[in-house]
């Protein structure tokens, strides 16, 4: 297939639309330090081949609505489009965010309704839609337990425990809000060691985070107990619910004991993700940390009217602008609604089903890094490298080649040649059937003749990348000679 040129190499001088009408209004020169030196080297071409270089994009470009999207803890599932239509409502879309609350009202009661379904759903008092990630969020539930051992100087908690089996967000979030990490590795089950756990555990514990389901794929069995260990310590427990696809409407956080939590509305929640848009990270908390919340927070008049609070004294700071990424709250509240009260549940017990079902037909060659799962699964490939040299990255690349989405690649980083797989409740049995016979294919093929696995893709734009140098030295702007 052609390369597809940059929009900047196809410009052609001269050809720039001229669609801006002419000046009808009295000229006004912008303030002193607000206009730019140079004027913009804006592509020119004409709409016909604006429309071609997209399209060409778009035909490249892979989504859920291509084909089968398996790439674990990022729950890519299908999006209503129902919840699409709502975020792009001219009411919701065509707002400023400092217009006067009163003609906002709607706006402010999605937030204000999203945050009691939300909390509902998690076990927590409080929420705030102010984090634009699942790790933006983290960030700010851990300044809540900061804040909070802060408030009552308790100064010498400087020590966030972390099991290996979490996502590699957990200990990056502690270190950055200026803890120590300490990391205890999981037992022979996979789930959090107790024993560790207890030793660990002390007058200098300002925290736990635990990834649940863990990046194993495993709910952890002794919840309570974790929770308990910690509190006892003095500790708070921080909940990352990035995956709550798998639990949502099925057990609460707030009932598992945990004071904190994140949720990404851009896994469970309707948002398309993938492609770097906006994303939510909600943070829930029980209502002894409210008042450590970022500001404005939207509260209820007696009257059924809604006011942003902003006069939070004790608030450990806001961490984005305004109130976060607004229309994906929107999505969220339109797919809850939808669903409801059996809805949700049913969509995690799905996603759980799905999960195993695959896991046991792909058992049948190859090696699973535990046993029955929650939402994913972690597959080894340890064996089938040591005997026939083929890879993770190996398979991966195959699956390309049958249009299928490769798992996410070496990820936990606590089993070797790992390929994790999440097929969501979204698709169907077909799929995960022709899925299925993909991968016993590529065994297959593996067995007979490893060494062509090692040339694949043969039938994608590209082949193999240098993934290492995209990564280490990417390129992300175009470069004028
Ligand atoms: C995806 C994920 C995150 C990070 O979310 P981002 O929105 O990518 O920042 C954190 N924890 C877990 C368990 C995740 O799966």
Redesign the pocket.
């Known amino acids: 297939m052609n390369d597809v040129k940059l929009i900047f190499e196809r410009s052609c001088e001269g050809k720039g639309l001229g669609l801006l009408p002419a000046l009808d209004v009295p000229e006004a020169a912008l303030p002193d330090g607000f206009g730019r030196k140079t004027a913009p080297r804006l592509p020119e071409l004409s709409e016909t081949e604006i429309s071609r270089h997209y399209k060409t994009l778009v035909k490249r470009t892979y989504g859920v609505n291509d084909g089968f999207y398996p790439l674990g ?2 729950t890519m599932k299908y999006n209503p489009r129902i919840n699409e239509e709502m975020a792009a409502l001219p009411q919701f879309t065509q707002i400023h965010p400092l217009q006067p609350e009163r003609t906002a009202q709607g706006c402010l009661e999605v937030l204000w309704r999203a945050e009691q379904l939300l909390c509902e759903i998690t076990g927590m008092d409080n929420m705030t839609f102010q984090p634009a ?4 969020g ?1 960030f700010t539930g851990i300044l809540l337990v900061k804040a909070y051992h802060k408030s009552r100087g308790d100064e010498k908690r400087t020590k966030i425990i972390v099991p290996d089996s979490a ?1 590699g ?2 200990p990056a979030t502690a270190a950055m809000a200026g803890f120590t990490v300490v990391s205890i590795p999981s037992g022979e089950d996979g789930c959090v060691d107790l024993e560790k756990l207890r030793a660990a555990a002390g007058e200098d514990t300002a925290g736990l985070m635990l ?1 649940n389901p863990n ?1 194993l794929g495993l709910f952890e069995k002794d919840i309570l107990e974790i929770t308990k260990i910690v509190h006892d310590a003095g500790g708070l427990v921080y909940y ?1 619910g ?2 709550l696809n798998a639990v949502m409407g099925v057990a609460r956080p707030g009932d598992m004991g945990f004071d904190v939590v994140h949720l ?1 509305l ?2 469970t929640f309707s948002t398309p ?1 993938g492609g770097g848009g906006p ?1 939510s ?1 909600p943070v829930g908390c029980k209502a002894f940390l409210t008042p450590f919340l970022p500001s404005p927070r939207v509260i209820k008049n007696e009257d059924g009217s809604f006011r942003f609070e902003r006069d939070l004294p004790q608030s450990a700071g806001a961490v984005k602008e305004f109130y976060g990424n607004f229309l994906v709250d929107v999505r969220a509240l339109a797919y809850i609604l939808t669903l409801g009260k059996e809805g949700i549940p049913e969509a995690a017990k799905n996603a759980v089903l799905a999960a195993n079902y695959l896991m046991k037909k792909l058992s049948e060659h190859y090696d699973m890094a535990s046993g029955r799962c929650m939402h994913e699964f972690v597959i080894t490939l340890e064996r089938l490298k040591k005997e026939k040299g083929v890879s993770a990255m190996d398979v991966a690349k195959a699956l390309l080649d049958h249009g299928i989405h490769p798992p996410t690649m070496y990820f936990p980083l606590i089993v070797h040649e790992a390929l994790m797989v999440e097929p969501t409740e979204t698709e169907p049995k077909e799929t995960l059937d022709e899925v299925a016979g993909v991968f016993a294919s590529i065994w297959e093929e593996a067995q007979k003749n490893p060494a062509a696995l090692h040339e694949m893709p043969l039938h994608t734009p590209v082949r193999r990348l240098d993934e290492v140098g995209a990564a280490r030295n990417p390129k992300i702007r175009y470069e004028f000679e």
């Open positions: 803890s990022c990630a699942g790790a933006h983290e996502h967000t957990n990834t990046t990352d990035a995956n990404n851009h896994k993700h994303g990270g």
